[in-house]
């Protein structure tokens, strides 16, 4: 299985750079190239339930190589949500482990659900926070938001989850999924644009 997942990475990669570096700035080709890359990262699972395995390895080390050192082995979501756009070589002004780093005033960020006029799109991170008084210890990346404020529920792609239920406390789980969220449960939002530095 990691044989065949690289080798998919390695044509993926290809058929991305063919794209040109000028052309990677563009947001729909973005998206068209960021999906392929996410179906290639579904169902990834960790290999014995502790933040482990080659691929989730490899998300941890496109923000750091020394988190692979570190014991026991650190959560990968904010890894994950990095690793989406390091391989497709689009740089962020955030390069972190920490969930929180991706959501702050200075970047934009705010709670979708009382700024209804700027709903979230494909590729922008959501934070989720687990308690009252609690810092944001879980990120995903929009999949599908629908605008109409009458849909309750989006879809979320997230790493260090699981693949049960659509709630709970799933910031630690084994696996890449699309989850189904209520649009209640994201804390925070960042767009995509306050944390892109370009297609480079």
Not at 5 to 12: K, S
Not at 28 to 53: C, M, P, S
Not at 95 to 110: C, I, N, Q, T, V
């Amino acid at each position: 299985m990691v044989k065949i997942r690289l080798l998919c990475i390695a044509f993926l990669l290809c058929n991305i750079f063919s794209f040109g570096q000028s052309n990677l700035d563009s947001t729909r080709k973005i998206r068209a190239i960021q999906k392929k890359v996410i179906l290639a990262q579904l169902n990834v699972r960790e290999e014995t339930g502790h933040n482990d395995g080659y691929q989730i390895d490899l998300y941890r080390a496109s923000v750091a190589k020394w988190l692979n050192a570190m014991k026991p082995k650190p959560a990968w979501c904010a890894c994950f949500y990095y690793f989406l756009f390091y391989s497709i070589d689009v740089k962020l002004t955030i390069r972190s482990a920490r969930a929180r780093e991706y959501f702050s005033d200075k970047l934009g960020s705010y709670n979708p659900n009382l700024r209804i006029e700027r709903p979230p799109e494909f590729g922008w991170p959501v934070g989720y926070k687990f308690g009252k008084n609690a810092e944001i210890r879980h990120i995903g990346s929009v999949y599908e938001w629908n605008p109409d404020p009458k849909i309750t529920m989006c879809r979320i792609l997230e790493g260090n989850t699981s693949s049960a239920g659509v709630t709970g406390v799933d910031r630690d789980g084994d696996g890449v999924y699309i989850k189904w969220r209520p649009k209640s449960a994201i804390y925070r939002c960042t767009p995509l644009n306050r944390l892109k530095i370009n297609g480079k």
